[in-house]
């Protein structure tokens, strides 16, 4: 008999820790696929014998594009937010990762209090939140704290007013670019799970190679860039595929609310599982490019 090597015990623990999602997938999730995917060809009839499909081909699919009038400006704004707030949370939760990562006095409660968005941005809390009237109130001060006579409100209007003499490329960067700091809450809240995993990837780095490069004189930001980045770089692709999903499956999505607003007010189950499935199209589409992107970048090694 075979022995089976360190690679292969890692694969089989790998299968048997993703196997109830992949039987949950099997038994649950399969059949409602299949059904709204073929909901989306047909024109769906609500009777008291229940829900009967009539074949309409491609009609709900050009309804989505070439009737709707809002479908294809939310979908380009959304995959235009996701591409920037996605960059952000990498960004944010690697030197968060990196901050956590060194030694320091209460380094332990610190990163309790950063884990602590990982259980804020669960499904319960987060419910909580938009259904707590306090918290509303409080998130309400917030936003009209920010009044005219702040000091970014002021640097905002100051670096896109002159930029606008450079092209309107640089003015719509710099507009991004503070999008992005004003909603560094909603950054944060979505940060908690990269944050964890790229501490992982930092605490693995064996510390003889920054003695070693310490000793040939290389410098804190060189060991950065020499060291640090190249080996956390594979984590980098699943943080990635995370953040684009995590950001897709948000309810507070404008295409999420309007499938939702067009399945459960309007009734019109056809039309919703076309737009669904379009915005699934989409999603994958977005992660097999940039995967392929990112992983032409990534770092390999054993």
Known sequence: MKKIGLAGKRAIYGYLFILPFILGFIFFMIKPLLQSLRMSFSDVLISAQGFKLKWNAFANYKKAFLVDSEFNRMLLESVGKMIFRSLATIVFSFFVALLL?????????????????????????????????????????????G????????????????????????????????????????????????IIIFLSALQNIPSGMYEAAQMEGCTAWESLWKITVPMVSPLVLVCWIYTIIDFFMKSDNQIMEKINTQMTELLNYGFSSAMAWIYFVVCIALIGISSFIISKVVYNYD
Do not use: P, W
């Not at 938009?130 to 917030?142: P, T």
């Not at 640097?155 to 909603?183: A, N, T």
């Open 101 to 145: 990562n060194q030694k320091f006095r209460g380094r332990t409660l610190a990163r309790s209090i950063f884990f602590l968005a990982v259980i804020l941005s669960s499904g319960v809390l987060v419910g909580l939140e938009s259904s707590n009237i306090l918290m509303a109130q409080i998130k309400e001060l917030i936003e009209e704290s």
């Open 147 to 194: 009044n005219s006579n702040s000091i970014s409100l002021v640097l905002e209007k100051i670096l896109v007013s002159s930029s606008s003499g450079f092209g309107g490329i640089s003015s719509r960067l710099f507009e991004k670019v503070f999008e992005i700091i004003d909603s560094i809450y909603d950054v944060a809240m979505a940060s908690g799970i990269q």
